[in-house]
């Protein structure tokens, strides 16, 4: 059980250009999903928090209207990366919190965005 | 805002024996701390977490244990296999409903 999904795995793309990334829980319900970016070898940096049905909460320092995020299902999040441009490459993972649940994060296995 | 150390940040150990690693936290009022393993290329996996009411909790050959004096909880791997090998993070939370505070991960190699 909770099985969280990301796609695609990976997405090369050109500069200017939109990218969508779906995080799904495929087994539970997910009122509240996280979207994180992380650099090699580094931790994870958490971007935004989304509430199903309403307006994602962005980290300080991250541009919400450059990385837009819709939590449009109990089960469905999605985060495209507006205008992208090779700053943007990175590995973004999302994780998922189960509605009725106590505390624990369930992740996907990300997904690699290369912007040339 | 919290704050989570992790260390070591690199551990290399023989096949067959332990591995330990301590995060430390500075926020009392957090009371749920899971560990992840990372493999390349993957998201985090959840091994293991602890509730701030119980002091160790234990599945198989992970063990993970509790200070909430000196706020401070490890990891323990017993007879490490190479398949052990992949980067953990420790995280800190208080309360439902809050974010996640991530070590700074620990790669661990299991040398056959």
């Known amino acids: 059980g909770a099985v969280v999904s990301q796609h695609p795995s990976w997405v090369i793309c050109k500069s200017g250009t939109s990218v969508k990334i779906e995080c799904r829980s495929l087994d539970f319900q997910a009122t509240t999903m996280f979207w994180y970016r992380q650099f090699p070898k580094q931790s994870l940096m958490l971007m935004a928090t989304s509430n199903e049905g309403s307006k994602a909460t962005y980290e300080q320092g991250v541009e919400k209207d450059k990385f837009l995020i819709n939590h449009a299902s109990l089960t469905l999040s999605t985060l495209t990366v507006t205008s992208a441009h090779p700053e943007d490459s990175s590995f973004y993972i999302c994780?998922?919190?189960?509605?009725?649940?106590?505390?624990?994060?369930?992740f996907g296995p990300g997904t690699r965005l290369t912007v040339l | 805002g919290e704050n989570v150390e992790q260390h070591p940040s690199t551990l290399s150990v023989q096949e067959g024996d332990s591995a330990v690693i301590k995060c430390t936290y500075s926020d009392s009022a957090s009371n749920y701390f899971p560990w992840y393993k990372q493999e390349l290329g993957k998201g985090p996996q959840l091994i293991i977490d602890?509730?701030?009411?119980?002091g160790e909790k234990k599945d198989q050959r992970i063990a993970v244990t509790l200070n909430k004096t000196a706020k401070h909880f490890s990891l323990h791997i017993t007879e490490t296999q190479p398949e052990d090998s992949a980067v953990y993070f420790c995280?800190?939370?208080?309360?439902?409903?809050?974010?996640?505070?991530f070590g700074t991960g620990t790669s661990l190699t299991v040398i056959p």
């Open positions: 995280a800190a939370t208080a309360s439902w409903g809050n974010q996640f505070y």
């Open positions: 994780s998922a919190r189960v509605a009725g649940g106590y505390n624990e994060q369930f």
């Open positions: 602890i509730r701030s009411n119980v």
